[in-house]
């Protein structure tokens, strides 16, 4: 009779450790297979140091960071650089890929934008990490759709940007 309870009673508790030892490791494969961006890395603060390392940067827009398998972080965004950067930008992006790698991440795609006053509709450069700001002679209320405010200007958090009208 106990012989019979044996064997059921034996898989059930080889189950149970079998679903507590491997919880860890089925949660990180998770984490990975949805592209979560990684414990150890603030996207916000990355962003704010990316910005202060390297004065020649504008804006940064459309960062994302995320785990290609448990030991590499890879990381994509888009800069936005002054016009008259485009010849250096090679050696420029060297030097961000160094920074990235410090920062533990092994892989960064960076795409470059520049700006040029001269050509846009923007006749001064906003002296903040947004680029977008309503016009005061706008009817419409246009706040609500840029990523900064009239009454606050630090934009460091918004994925977007534009020109000053």
């Given at each position: 009779m106990i012989a019979n309870l044996f064997?059921?009673?034996?898989?059930?508790?080889?189950?149970?450790?079998?679903?507590?030892?491997?919880?860890?490791?089925?949660?990180?494969?998770?984490?990975?297979?949805?592209?979560?961006?990684?414990?150890?890395?603030?996207?916000?603060?990355?962003?704010k140091n990316i910005l202060k390392e390297f004065p020649i940067i504008l804006n940064i827009h459309d960062l994302h960071i995320?785990?290609?398998?448990?030991?590499?972080?890879?990381?994509?965004?888009?800069?936005?650089?002054?016009?008259?950067?485009?010849?250096?930008?090679?050696q420029f992006s060297q030097l961000l890929d160094t920074y990235f790698r410090k920062?533990?991440?092994?892989?960064?795609?960076v795409q470059p934008e520049f700006y040029d006053p001269n050509t846009s509709s923007a006749n001064q450069l906003i002296p903040i990490s947004c680029?977008?700001?309503?016009?005061?002679?706008?009817?419409?209320?246009?706040?609500?759709?840029?990523?900064?405010?009239q009454e606050n200007n630090d934009c460091l958090d918004c994925d977007d940007y534009s020109l000053m009208d």
């Open positions: 064997d059921p009673i034996f898989g059930i508790i080889s189950a149970v450790l079998f679903c507590i030892t491997l919880y860890p490791e089925i949660k990180d494969t998770g984490l990975i297979l949805l592209q979560t961006v990684p414990e150890n890395i603030n996207v916000g603060r990355l962003k995320w785990c290609l398998n448990a030991s590499r972080i890879v990381a994509s965004c888009h800069i936005i650089l002054p016009k008259q950067s485009t010849k250096s930008f090679a920062q533990g991440i092994v892989l960064a795609t680029l977008m700001k309503c016009s005061k002679l706008s009817n419409t209320n246009c706040d609500s759709f840029t990523c900064c405010s």
